[in-house]
């Protein structure tokens, strides 16, 4: 019974570890890129930062402004934040792997999707 207990305690403390190490992965700076024509890339940037279940940070604009991260959210590994952008508010969404973060947004109505990948 006592052997239960504790390998269900050790089970328990491992998940949590786990899950405790992953939201923490997530803070530091992203890099990819997005398609927006067949010709044209723009390069990403995001800065995360994880307080908890809150996730805070930047993303820098394509001419080298940093926008605040608001109502920043993660929930396990899938996160959920909006930037402002003038006067547009972007949503996004987006997914944490551990070697990469998947996000995806809708700006003017055009779904995009990128990979990031951790700056080294």
Request: glycine share 10%; proline share 2%; hydrophobic share 40%.
């Amino acid at each position: 019974m006592k052997t239960r207990i504790l390998t269900t305690a050790l089970l328990v403390l491992g998940s949590f570890a786990v899950c405790l190490a992953a939201i923490t992965g997530l803070n530091g700076k992203w890099t990819g890129s997005v398609k927006i024509t067949p010709e044209d890339d723009i390069a990403l940037v995001y800065n995360f930062k994880v307080d908890g279940d809150k996730l805070t940070g930047t993303v820098q604009s394509p001419d080298g402004n940093d926008l605040p991260i608001t109502d920043g959210v993660l929930t396990g590994n899938d996160l959920t934040f909006n930037v402002k952008v003038g006067k547009l508010v972007v949503m996004h969404t987006g997914k944490y792997y551990g070697d990469s973060v998947v996000v995806a947004a809708d700006v003017a109505g055009k779904s995009l999707r990128a990979t990031l990948k951790r700056d080294k």
